[in-house]
């Protein structure tokens, strides 16, 4: 008869293989309750899929993290759903936007305090416009200057400048955080926009000589009634406020044994989504310059450069994929490599603060690389089995196209080879068993 201890063991395994042979695509589902449609994020899995393992595997006041958080879709299901939500990233505009949909929001105020602002920001511009031309001089150090003036024109300058010192000015916390999304939504949008780039929402932006960018003030009244429609229509302001950390994933900072649960998603290991390429178009306006963007880019998990560390000790499945790579491109196979590495690092702190007994699920898709599929999800199962957590399987999930925003190419490239691998990702299920 098997012990006692062997028994859980195999009862946790058995629960999470079995989750994971669930139908996992959630095609068709509504995924823009809550405050999940607040502002445009690429590559967000569906809510539905934290909130099938946060149903599954904790119970209320349990602590979830995702550690690679995001715009935070796991957070706000766990929040919604009575759980304890903490998030990592060192992407400050991620970090806004998680912790803003965490917030609670008065609906009414906000459309009255929103409406004034917008009406105050109109008055400004007519009555004030030579004090705005000023104040946007000082405001930027030259090179983020000619940042602004190479993807904004004047006017929606001076507008934009006239909505933030109104946002600003606003005292509570939850309010302000949700205006400077609905200001940041303004200008990485999916269309339109405010600036002269093209598609911001999909990272990959083109300039525009011969657009006719929208009103600051129009937009932002658009996306002020949006975002509390979706929000009034769920009724709901989240049962947990939720915490947003500004630690990278490899060091958290939390206690080890804390957490209940983890589901997350990284990077895709050929840099494929460069976030910071459309963040930086808000970021600029909230205080952050052109180089201090340029660095936090240079820390991504998946950055293309292949760095100094040096990562060896990789488990075989890592090292014969390396081989491979290297085989047809030894600077891809380095930057992989770094990838690989930075993820073992990722994995073994998750392995650290997650409880004995309780589950890790990492999605994730796969990348090609000159010609070569570098099953990223075999390479970060490995990792997991080597820092010690017991694979439970890998489920497979089919990518909607029409609904999961991905990177875009225009014009004769629009069937690229990013559109063509991207059709289905993978979800790791590790367990912590020692």
Known sequence: MPAHGSSIHEQGCDRLRE???????????????????????????????????????????????????????????????GRQAIGCDIDPLARMIAAAKLLPVNAVQALETGTALIQAAQRALHRDRDQLEHALNRRFDPKTRAFIDFWFLPQQQLELLALLQGIEKVQQEG????????????????????????????????KVTDKKPNSAFVEFTKRLKQNLATHVADTANPKHSGRVLSTGAASTGLPSDSVDLI????????????????????LVWFGWNIDALSRIRARYLGHDAAGTTQFNG????????????????????????????????????????????????????TSNLRGLDVETHKGLAALGEKVGFELAGIG??????????????????RHSQIEERMHQEYVIGLIKFR
Not at 41 to 61: N, R, Y
């Open 263 to 282: 589901v997350t998603s990284p990077p895709y290991a050929n840099n494929a989504i460069d976030y910071m390429r459309a963040h930086k178009f808000s």
């Open 314 to 365: 990789l488990p075989r499945q890592c090292e014969t994929t390396l081989t491979q790579l290297a085989e047809r491109d030894a600077k891809k196979a380095a930057a992989l490599r770094r990838y690989f590495g930075e993820m073992s690092t990722v994995i073994k702190e998750m392995w650290r603060v997650l409880k004995k007994g309780q589950p890790a699920v990492i999605v994730v898709g």
């Open 396 to 413: 497979v999930r089919r990518l909607d196209r029409d609904k999961r925003m991905m990177p875009a190419r225009w014009g004769s490239q």
């Open 175 to 206: 309010l302000q955080a949700f205006f400077k999304i609905v200001f940041s939504s303004t200008i990485i949008a999916k269309s339109g926009g405010v600036s002269l780039a093209r598609d911001l929402a999909h990272t990959r932006p083109h």
């Open 19 to 81: 989750a994971l042979r669930a139908d996992l695509d959630f095609h068709g589902k509504n995924g823009k309750h809550a405050t999940h449609a607040w502002h445009s994020f690429p590559a967000k899995f569906p809510p539905q899929l934290p909130q099938f393992f946060i149903e599954s595997f904790t119970v209320a006041d349990d602590i979830v993290l995702d550690p690679m958080s995001g715009s935070g879709t796991t957070l706000v299901e766990a929040a919604r759903l």
